[in-house]
T-cell receptor
Framework: GDSVTQMEGPVTLSEEAFLTINCTYTATGYPSLFWYVQYPGEGLQLLLKATKADDKGSNKGFEATYRKETTSFHLEKGSVQVSDSAVYFCALSGLTGGGNKLTFGTGTQLKVEL | EAGVAQSPRYKIIEKRQSVAFWCNPISGHATLYWYQQILGQGPKLLIQFQNNGVVDDSQLPKDRFSAERLKGVDSTLKIQPAKLEDSAVYLC???????????FGPGTRLTVL
């Protein structure tokens, strides 16, 4: 079945550091790929998505490229801020019984310090 | 536009009690999802509705969990009786029909003592 593997956290960075959170997936067909962010006490917010190979999703300085050859969708940001501290989830969308089901990774907690 | 609404935000019950959660999706979204997020894990799909019909409930523990979406808008998820392992955040999400982009509510944090 479909699965998503993320790097374990927590990841602790200093403000303005470069961020990479690794994500690889296993899926049948050609799923859409997503990054969601969850701030403390809140629900998941869509951060970015990519729908086909070589697509780059981007939002708020974050970006990720759909790499079919390596089945990866790594999240990157050039300069993180304290406000980026949150849990980041990689996910893929697969068909199920006529609908779209999201399969999530376990999440990676990011802590950004001054 | 208003987002996905859920209530209550927090609930504490004792094992073997019953509990119900409510979700109001984004206006016009035909597809509604309930996910269970156990601490330290990613959300897992429990059930998916298309309008008022069930599309996928293969991961719903049907001996104790039930869900309905009678008029194709609001939905309720019920647990009866609750077990300790049901402690989790229950997330509701919605999407346009046929879209793979889901929008999540703030969740209901359930603690079973």
């Amino acid at each position: 079945g479909d699965s998503v593997t993320q790097m374990e956290g927590p990841v602790t960075l200093s403000e303005e550091a470069f961020l990479t959170i690794n994500c690889t997936y296993t899926a049948t067909g050609y799923p859409s790929l997503f990054w969601y962010v969850q701030y403390p006490g809140e629900g998941l917010q869509l951060l970015l998505k990519a729908t086909k190979a070589d697509d780059k999703g981007s939002n708020k300085g974050f970006e990720a490229t759909y790499r079919k050859e390596t089945t990866s969708f790594h999240l990157e940001k050039g300069s993180v801020q304290v406000s980026d501290s949150a849990v980041y989830f990689c996910a893929l969308s697969g068909l199920t019984g006529g609908g779209n089901k999201l399969t999530f990774g376990t999440g990676t907690q990011l802590k950004v310090e001054l | 536009e208003a987002g996905v609404a859920q209530s209550p935000r927090y609930k504490i019950i004792e094992k073997r009690q019953s509990v119900a959660f409510w979700c109001n999706p984004i206006s016009g979204h035909a597809t509604l999802y309930w996910y269970q997020q156990i601490l330290g894990q990613g959300p897992k799909l429990l059930i998916q509705f298309q309008n008022n019909g069930v599309v996928d409930d293969s991961q719903l523990p049907k001996d104790r969990f039930s869900a309905e979406r009678l008029k194709g808008v609001d939905s309720t998820l019920k647990i009866q009786p609750a077990k300790l392992e049901d402690s989790a955040v229950y997330l509701c999400a919605s999407s346009w029909q046929g879209s793979d982009t889901q929008y999540f509510g703030p969740g209901t944090r359930l603690t079973v003592l």
